[in-house]
């Protein structure tokens, strides 16, 4: 049982982690739009290879 | 001789790209996806060929509305967004970061479903030099990054406006920006009290198990400590709102449902932090977070809907073009409207929107006014008239004298009146709100109470029970019973083609008094029909005169031609001259032909009869010689009207008809749809007046209509729709937006109102019921505070799912 001693600080960290990707992706803007983001995961497959074959894309 | 025949009614197909009727003989129909499509007008068919040649076909399988008809005069378009590549100009709206790209924000208009921002998104990603291209659906805001040594600003304007958008500068306003602040505050409170809940619960799990199946202490204070630092955090972050709120309220001596709750989470938090730092007694942090994410769920969710309702065309001003023509250094030069000053000389070309008040100062024209009184059909203007800001320039270029500013403009008064409706609106008194004060008070005195008679019991168990009791009355439930109801109602609508800005606008529609409606626009389409020839010659048959009006009118702009579109015209017509107020005049047959009023008529038949009584616009038709015709033009009515109005009567609402319209032709349509009143020639005062009126006596007021002058109106009444084709303000202003020009959606509206007063009514008799009997438990000392907390949630989500029954339940219209 002492693994607790661990195992709990270590949720501790994964939970602060996580905490701060989300926030950080709020501030980003990334959940601004909640009915764009639904809508597009559905229809967007062939649009995002044609932006990764275009060279400028990583300018 | 006279002889009255109805003409056959035309059967039309509806444009691919825009949904309005095809002209029929036209023929602008293109290739999509396979298929001849067909397109009503040039616009449609270059936006649509632009679509489809760009690959992006698809565009048409997703999207769930039509798109708007694009401007038929986008080349001349085109070179007025040359004045953006003004770098000051540009500094407006636009900034410069550090690798050199442009970040320009833009205001869209005609962005109606997820359809468009996918295909505004992609078309711009594709232009080489573009970075970045983002649009919120919400907001209308397209947000571009490019490179400037690319492409310049006016290219991101041109190729935007080429799918068919209208596009301008964005201008920040201060209200959204907080809208958004204040949104991603609420988003990180809400998540980081979710994360917080699921890592408390892992605790309360082990802590739980524990005091069933035996636990050390060491392990349990392990625990109990790190519960604690997670709960503390998420108190201290998320739940620091409600205590904010709760002080704010008690300090003006308002009791809100926030004081309860923060009462709650903060008695619990202190009580188990007691218990877990100095060991013994309870602890409930797992009750304390969940309970705080619940709540901020609720919340969320009612605040998301009034987020969307944040509509970003809602200034008058920018109906107004953003460049004007003006004379400067002797030449026609182009410059920001918002330059106009007192005095500047503006050339309007025909088909413009004019963009300040002015005198006219030299030229003949037609202006249409229609969305300011009304009025169908253009108002004559010549040297000395005055034209105001947002009307339409119609027949023919006017050099005009600007008389002030924007700020003077007549646009910029009604704008103002707008402002005032907003704040003259009767406020909604919300059941929950009315409820709330006396609601919280008892809660705190039953917990007061229940607290004082267990001190006298058992002390030790006094503080717990009083927990429960606060925690088990929570009115949770009872704030979320409305704002859920509405906001699957509001799904609902929107999945139905309504457009919803304010769903709260549900709640007065399902106790509706009188509906009041619009003409022009709104009851009409606004396009014109022929409806009646009435022959004065024998030598011609009525497929001989409509082809001798049609040659004439292929001449003019006038909204009364729209009605000739579709017929073949007369070879033989030479040399068409319009007469702007007065008519068309042709050469056929080596004698003189006209079309227009009597008078005109008469100056070259004296004899010529006037038209008949019947309530149309009557156009004459004559040679040299001798009177051809009356030609009788109807605006068209909307097929649906009358099932609609009736179906409003049949449900004791009293139909009134509010036109600006002054001729004959308004109380002719009243009658024909059978209005219970009717008031023609009205102002956007006198409509607002007659609105205030009712609502002083007591009525809940619905108004449906389109015109820039129904904008002031629509804000005012208790509820307010406006039509498909509605001008850019009034969409802004109403409750409701109807996408399709079907008005049997104002039925389903009805109807959607009435299931959702039943579910709101439903839910309230839950969470009160709920409470009635959860509150006494409690007080017993039968609940404990983790039971309490579970009921309460259980309650909430039985309330949630109540509500989406309307989400799910099919309508009885048919649509």
């Known amino acids: 049982m002492e693994s607790l001693y661990l195992l709990i600080p270590v949720a501790l960290i994964f939970c602060v982690v996580v905490i701060r990707l989300l926030l950080w992706a709020i501030d980003n803007g990334q959940y601004d739009d909640l009915d764009k983001e639904s809508w597009r995961i559905l229809a967007d497959d062939d649009f995002e290879d044609d932006n990764d074959d275009r060279p400028d894309q990583h300018a | 001789m006279n002889s009255v025949q109805p003409l056959p009614e035309i059967t039309t197909t509806a444009c691919f790209h825009c949904g309005d009727d095809v002209p029929p003989g036209s023929n602008f129909a293109i290739e999509i996806g396979g298929e001849s499509r067909p397109m009503c007008c040039p616009g449609c068919r270059a936006v649509a060929s632009m679509i489809s040649q760009g690959g992006l076909e698809r565009f048409y399988e997703q999207r769930t509305s039509f798109n708007d008809r694009p401007a038929a005069d986008f080349e001349s378009r085109q070179q007025d967004f040359v004045i953006y590549d003004d770098p000051m100009l540009a500094a407006q709206f636009s900034d410069t970061d550090n690798a050199g790209r442009r970040n320009a924000r833009l205001l869209l208009g005609g962005v109606s479903c997820a359809a468009c921002t996918w295909l505004i998104e992609t078309t711009l990603k594709r232009m080489k030099g573009v970075h970045q291209a983002t649009l919120n659906l919400g907001q209308s805001r397209l947000d571009v990054c490019f490179d400037p040594r690319e492409l310049s600003m006016s290219d991101v304007f041109t190729r935007v406006a080429s799918l068919g958008y209208r596009v301008q500068p964005w201008q920040s306003s201060l209200r959204q920006d907080q809208a958004k602040q204040e949104y991603r505050n609420d988003l990180r409170r809400l998540s980081v009290a979710g994360i917080g809940m699921m890592q408390v619960g892992m605790f309360a799990i082990a802590l739980h198990a524990g005091d069933i199946q035996g636990i050390s202490t060491e392990y349990q204070g392990l625990m109990r400590l790190f519960s604690l630092l997670v709960t503390t955090f998420v108190v201290a972050y998320s739940a620091r709102g409600f205590f904010e709120s709760a002080w704010r309220h008690l300090k003006f001596g308002a009791l809100v449902m926030d004081l309860p709750v923060a009462l709650a989470i903060g008695l619990a938090y202190g009580a188990s932090a007691y218990a877990s730092l100095l060991g013994g007694g309870e602890v409930y942090f797992d009750s304390v977070v969940m309970f705080t994410f619940l709540l901020l769920l609720a919340r969320f969710l009612e605040k998301r809907l009034r987020y969307q309702d944040a509509l970003a065309w809602q200034d008058a001003e920018q109906t107004l073009p953003d460049v004007a023509q003006v004379w400067k250094d002797n030449a026609w030069t182009r410059i920001p409207r918002r330059q106009l000053g007192a005095g500047d000389r503006v050339l309007l070309r025909a088909g413009d929107v004019i963009p300040i008040d002015a005198k006219v100062s030299h030229g003949d024209s037609a202006v249409r006014e229609d969305s300011f009184n009304g009025e169908a059909l253009p108002r004559t203007v010549t040297v000395g008239d005055t034209v105001y800001a947002g009307t339409i320039n119609v027949e023919d270029s006017l050099e005009v004298s600007a008389t002030g500013s924007y700020a003077d403009t007549r646009l910029a008064a009604l704008q103002q009146s707008i402002d005032a409706a907003r704040h003259d609106k009767p406020a909604v008194a919300q059941l929950a709100d009315r409820i709330a004060t006396g609601f919280i008070a008892g809660i705190l005195l039953i917990a007061a109470v229940t607290a004082l008679i267990w001190w006298q019991i058992d002390a030790s168990r006094a503080f717990w029970v009083a927990l429960s009791v606060l925690v088990i009355s929570c009115p949770c439930a009872l704030s979320l019973a409305t704002p859920a109801s509405l906001a699957n109602a509001a799904s609902l609508l929107r999945r139905q083609g309504v457009i919803v800005n304010g769903e709260n606008a549900l709640e007065s529609l399902s106790t509706l008094d009188v509906a009041l409606f619009d003409k022009t626009g709104t009851l009409t389409s606004g396009n ?288």
């Open chain 2, 528 to 815: 014109f029909s022929l409806r009646r020839v009435v022959t004065l010659s024998e030598r011609y048959d009525q497929a001989g005169i409509l082809a001798l009006a049609t040659a004439l009118q292929r001449h003019s702009n006038h909204p009364l031609a729209s009605a000739f579109k579709s017929s073949t015209a007369d070879g033989d017509v030479h040399d068409v001259r319009y007469n702007i107020g007065e008519g068309l005049e042709g050469t056929y047959k080596e004698r003189r032909l006209r079309l227009g009023s009597l008078r005109f008529c008469q100056e070259i038949v004296p004899t010529v009869a006037p038209p008949p009584d019947e309530p149309l616009y009557w156009i004459g038709l004559c040679t040299d010689t001798e009177a051809l015709a009356w030609l009788g033009l109807d605006d068209e009515v909307h097929a649906e009207a009358a099932t609609v109005l009736r179906g409003l009567r049949n449900s004791g609402i009293s139909t009134e008809l509010l036109s600006g319209d002054a001729s004959s032709r308004a109380k002719q349509l009243g009658a024909t749809l059978q209005f219970d009143r009717v008031a023609t020639g009205l102002t956007p005062q006198e409509k607002l007046r007659r609105v205030a009126g009712l609502q002083d006596a007591g009525a809940t007021v619905l108004m449906v209509g389109d015109g820039l002058n129904d904008a002031p109106v629509l804000k005012r009444a208790d509820v307010s729709i406006a039509v498909a084709g509605a001008t850019d303000l009034a969409k802004a202003q109403a409750d409701f937006v109807l996408m399709s020009g079907n008005l049997e959606k104002i039925t389903l509206l009805v109807d959607v109102a009435a299931r959702t007063r039943r579910v709101i009514i439903q839910n309230f008799s839950w969470a009160l019921g709920y409470n009635a009997l959860g509150i006494p438990l409690a007080a017993l000392g039968w609940v404990p505070p983790w039971a309490a907390a579970i009921g309460m949630s259980l309650s909430s989500l039985l309330v949630v799912g109540n509500s989406t029954r309307l989400r799910r339940a099919t309508p009885k219209t048919e649509v």
